[in-house]
């Protein structure tokens, strides 16, 4: 069973990576395989819904998103952290959930494996954002386990990795969802 981390915040090793990371252990403790994506520093671009989207199992856009869908389709399980910026999720997550509509294009690849997400901000927008990645989920056909989201409300980068109660609700989320996709496969 693998299970695939994508890290959303256009700035490395920051609280969304460190929580991203944790619940990768939590999944590797029930017995997952887990790799990281982080999404700081790669060129994604925003889908353009193309009329020949996924017909020859490849998207048109040539940039690095290639290599990660190799990976999404490799995963039994996927985790989506993303930093909350102005109430939402950033650019870089909402440009690398749209370009899986490849995947769903090709026969709803994502379809079957288990989601879950982690939203990481200091004011406000942890409901919205995690509603929003959930609802991508569930269109895309992922299932997810209960309490299929880990909230934290830490902003100075590095400030998770001391925050008991984020890294501890990041490790149980890891859990839940490798637990799942062991009872899904």
Do not use: W
């Given at each position: 069973m693998?299970?695939?981390?994508?890290?959303?915040?256009?700035?490395?090793?920051g609280?969304?990576?460190?929580?991203?990371?944790?619940?990768?252990?939590?999944?590797?403790?029930?017995?997952?395989?887990?790799?990281?994506i982080t999404?700081?520093?790669?060129?994604?671009?925003?889908?353009?819904?193309?009329?020949?989207?996924?017909?020859?199992?490849?998207c048109?856009?040539?940039?690095?998103?290639?290599?990660?869908?190799?990976?999404?389709?490799?995963?039994?399980?996927?985790?989506v952290?993303?930093?909350?910026?102005?109430?939402?999720?950033?650019?870089?997550?909402?440009?690398?959930?749209?370009?899986?509509?490849?995947?769903?294009?090709?026969?709803?690849?994502?379809?079957?494996k288990?989601?879950?997400?982690?939203?990481?901000?200091?004011r406000?927008?942890?409901?919205?954002?995690?509603?929003?990645?959930m609802?991508?989920?569930?269109?895309?056909?992922?299932?997810?386990?209960?309490?299929?989201?880990a909230?934290?409300n830490?902003?100075?980068?590095?400030?998770?990795?001391?925050?008991?109660?984020?890294?501890?609700?990041?490790?149980?989320?890891?859990?839940?969802?490798?637990a799942?996709?062991?009872?899904?496969?």
């Amino acid at each position: 069973m693998k299970v695939v981390g994508i890290s959303g915040s256009p700035r490395a090793g920051g609280n969304t990576e460190i929580l991203v990371a944790e619940a990768l252990e939590g999944a590797r403790s029930k017995g997952a395989e887990v790799e990281i994506i982080t999404l700081a520093g790669k060129d994604i671009r925003g889908c353009v819904a193309h009329a020949t989207c996924g017909k020859d199992g490849k998207c048109l856009i040539d940039d690095d998103m290639q290599p990660i869908y190799a990976k999404l389709l490799e995963a039994d399980a996927i985790i989506v952290g993303t930093p909350i910026y102005f109430g939402s999720m950033t650019s870089q997550t909402k440009a690398f959930l749209d370009r899986t509509y490849l995947l769903s294009k090709m026969g709803k690849k994502l379809e079957g494996k288990v989601g879950g997400v982690i939203a990481v901000g200091g004011r406000a927008g942890h409901e919205l954002t995690t509603s929003t990645i959930m609802d991508f989920m569930t269109l895309q056909g992922l299932v997810l386990p209960s309490y299929a989201f880990a909230h934290s409300n830490v902003r100075d980068l590095g400030a998770a990795k001391g925050d008991e109660k984020s890294m501890k609700a990041a490790r149980a989320l890891g859990e839940r969802v490798a637990a799942l996709a062991a009872k899904v496969r």
